[in-house]
């Protein structure tokens, strides 16, 4: 009970990392942004991790695991996501992330071998359409921007799959400390070029005091907090069940509500009726169902 509800309060810090998201790429570029963020959480992690277990040294396949966790997780995720806010609406984003419960089943299934049941299939097959239902006004208004916006969202949402799957292949090896430690130096390390260059033609000087904060907010507690939690969860539960819990991701509201309050964006019909069949998605997750095969 406890590991499942150490994944769902991580959802629900990362479904707020969707509006902030929005907020600070208004101010800062997206490379530079992220390397503020993860110099802020080694800052942290690193003294705490060594005054608690002191420098850990893991087998090889574990530094691959966690290199590659932070490669899909951290890199190409914050990538894409970033980059996808930038032309889509942050409710849009927020509907799409709710398919990470279905994409984390399906890749469950390939590659880790879990069961493959009829719910997760119909499951799947829902989020899909969901999906396809949101992009609709895109397409039919030849938004190419907000549909180009759209699937960078989705290949951030397969990469955060990725990050749980890799979380969970050594969550019974590697510390929950350990793990955020390193996926957050790995993380600085992988911005740390683009964001030099970035940084060039930036004014630090314009940056207001609220701009830092959201900084610290993302690097402290949407990186450090959310890390070791969902890392703590997935030592206990399986990858198919940590995705269905992803789904308190866009079901905490904060995605919605922050929207709506703070960037001023209006939900269509469309993406109402698209989300409706991401929740029946969800649900057919949830429910236990017959192994297929």
Wanted: proline residues 2%.
């Amino acid at each position: 009970m406890w590991a499942n509800g150490k994944v769902i309060l991580a959802m629900t810090i990362v479904g707020s990392s969707v509006v902030v998201g929005k907020l600070i790429i208004q101010s800062f570029p997206v490379f530079l942004a992220n390397e503020l963020r993860f110099l802020v959480a080694s800052a942290v992690l690193v003294p705490l991790w060594m005054k608690v277990e002191g420098f850990s040294v893991l087998a090889r396949k574990d530094y691959l695991s966690i290199f590659l966790q932070a490669l899909f997780g951290v890199f190409l995720f914050n990538v894409l996501m970033l980059n996808g806010l930038s032309l889509t609406s942050a409710i849009e984003a927020g509907i799409i992330t709710s398919t990470l419960p279905a994409c984390t089943a399906a890749l469950s299934v390939f590659l880790l071998k879990e069961h493959f049941t009829r719910n997760i299939g119909l499951g799947i097959l829902m989020a899909v359409f969901g999906t396809v239902l949101i992009n609709v006004t895109s397409i039919s208004t030849i938004d190419l921007p907000s549909l180009a916006g759209n699937l960078l969202i989705l290949g951030a949402i397969c990469c955060e799959s990725l990050f749980i799957i890799l979380g969970k292949s050594h969550s019974k090896r590697v510390s929950a400390l350990t793990v955020a430690t390193l996926v957050s130096c790995f993380g600085a390390v992988l911005f740390f070029p683009f964001a030099i260059a970035e940084s060039r033609s930036f004014a630090f000087k314009e940056v207001t005091f609220a701009e830092w904060g959201l900084v610290v907010y993302f690097g402290i507690i949407v990186t450090v907090l959310a890390f070791i939690l969902m890392q703590q969860g997935l030592a206990r539960i399986s990858a198919t069940s940590a995705g269905i819990l992803t789904s308190f991701l866009p079901l905490s509201s904060i995605v919605f509500v922050l929207s709506s309050l703070f960037l001023g964006e209006k939900i269509s019909f469309l993406q109402c009726g698209g989300f409706v069949f991401i929740l029946g998605a969800l649900y057919l997750l949830s429910k236990p169902s017959t192994q297929i095969g």
